[in-house]
């Protein structure tokens, strides 16, 4: 079976602009997690999606937005782009909502902002 | 709110060392406890985790010992390969919880 797969794998944008990263979880699963990985540093939750319903969200700014489809893929969009969002981000996937233990990571799509 | 603290790296060693990396929490309730590990160009993926007090999480020889008087996590391994330089990062996710919370993260080389 196919893992976590996320697009794109890297992308450069330029201040101001506007992102699209999209996740697909594993199948079977019904809840998308997203997380922001500044290098060096540990993975910070960003949100989390359960039956196409916010479940969770982490302390980011209102630029910060997502969605999870009927298919449970999902999407995370970033707007008016700052050079602090560079980072990798990373979607993980998980069987159920609340309490499940175990997430199953993408690679990642790596953000270059200038 | 809940945390985790992790040592610093990067570790160094030889190969056939001893590893300890050290992880403390502070979580109200009863927090699930893990390691995950970034392999060279590969995402993170579950190494072990302990769901409760006493439990041992254990895989690739790798252990791990949830210890709450001490709200400590350390993961040890015996003998280390040069196959398990990677990054390790201690999380845990809070008593009915919806999210995992990273540390640091602590990088391992390994040197043959």
């Known amino acids: 079976d196919a893992g976590v797969t996320q697009s794109p794998t890297h992308l450069i944008k330029t201040r101001g602009q506007h992102v699209t990263l999209r996740c697909s979880p594993i199948s079977g699963h019904k809840s998308v997690s997203w997380y922001q990985q500044v290098l060096g540093q540990g993975p910070q939750f960003i949100f989390q999606y359960y039956e196409k319903e916010e479940r969770g969200r982490g302390n980011f700014p209102d630029r910060f937005s997502a969605r999870q489809f009927p298919n449970y893929s999902s999407e995370l969009n970033v707007n008016a782009l700052l050079l602090g969002d560079s980072a990798l981000y990373l979607c993980?996937?998980?069987?159920?909502?609340?309490?499940?233990?175990?997430?199953?990571f993408g690679e990642g799509s790596r953000l270059t902002v200038l | 709110g809940n945390s985790v603290t992790q040592m610093e790296g990067p570790v160094t060693l030889s190969e056939e060392a001893f590893l300890t990396i050290n992880c403390t929490y502070t979580a109200t309730g009863y927090p699930s406890l893990f390691w995950y590990v970034q392999y060279p160009g590969e995402g993170l993926q579950l190494l072990l985790k302990?769901?409760?007090?006493?439990d041992k999480g254990s895989n690739k020889g790798f252990e791990a010992t949830y210890r709450k008087e001490t709200t400590s996590f350390h993961l040890e391994k015996g003998s280390v390969q040069v196959s398990d330089s990677a990054v390790y990062f201690c999380a845990l996710q809070g008593t009915g919880g919806f999210k995992t919370i990273f540390g640091a993260g602590t990088r391992l080389f390994v040197k043959a």
């Open positions: 302990a769901t409760k007090a006493d």
């Open positions: 993980a996937s998980s069987l159920e909502g609340k309490g499940t233990g175990e997430l199953f």
